[in-house]
């Protein structure tokens, strides 16, 4: 199975994008905008092929309003774990996963894993990151989307 583990904030939504494509989430003091594009391969995406697990920090409130507004499913999220083990504090809990699901291919989608990648050595074999090019908007582009798609 591939896994997705799936960030928010510049990864799927741009900070202030206002495109003409933007799909906006406006609810509870809370607002997000996400290109319509992402917001459509995210619905279209098979679950049988790859499944979404969110990697973020935003709360799951949030997590939700995205979830519900963009017509998709996850199956669960990351939790974070020993936020001083490394200087990403995600790092320590993607590779908990990772190795958690060692015959699985995990698909790490986030802005900002390259600050994670210092005074590691080695990464899990199972893992892919993708970094969002899009950078006129600051986030995943068609061409990743299009990547993730492929591995």
């Avoid at 995406?45 to 939700?64: A, F, G, H, N, Y």
Wanted: net charge positive.
């Amino acid at each position: 199975m591939k896994y997705l583990l799936l960030d928010i904030d510049d990864t799927l939504a741009p900070l202030n994008y206002k495109g003409p494509d933007a799909v906006f989430i406006n609810k509870m003091n809370f607002k997000m905008s996400i290109p319509a594009y992402i917001a459509i391969w995210l619905r279209n995406l098979s679950s049988d092929k790859i499944r979404i697990v969110w990697c973020t920090s935003r709360p799951l409130v949030v997590q939700s309003l995205v979830e519900k507004k963009l017509m998709f499913n996850t199956y669960g999220r990351i939790s974070f774990i020993n936020k001083r083990a490394y200087t990403w504090y995600k790092l320590f809990s993607i590779i908990k996963y990772c190795n958690e699901h060692h015959g699985d291919i995990i698909i790490l989608v986030d802005n900002d894993a390259k600050l994670g990648t210092m005074n590691v050595d080695k990464f899990p074999n199972n893992l892919i990151m993708v970094y969002p090019s899009d950078t006129r908007r600051g986030c995943l582009s068609i061409n990743d989307l299009l990547k993730i798609e492929n591995l």
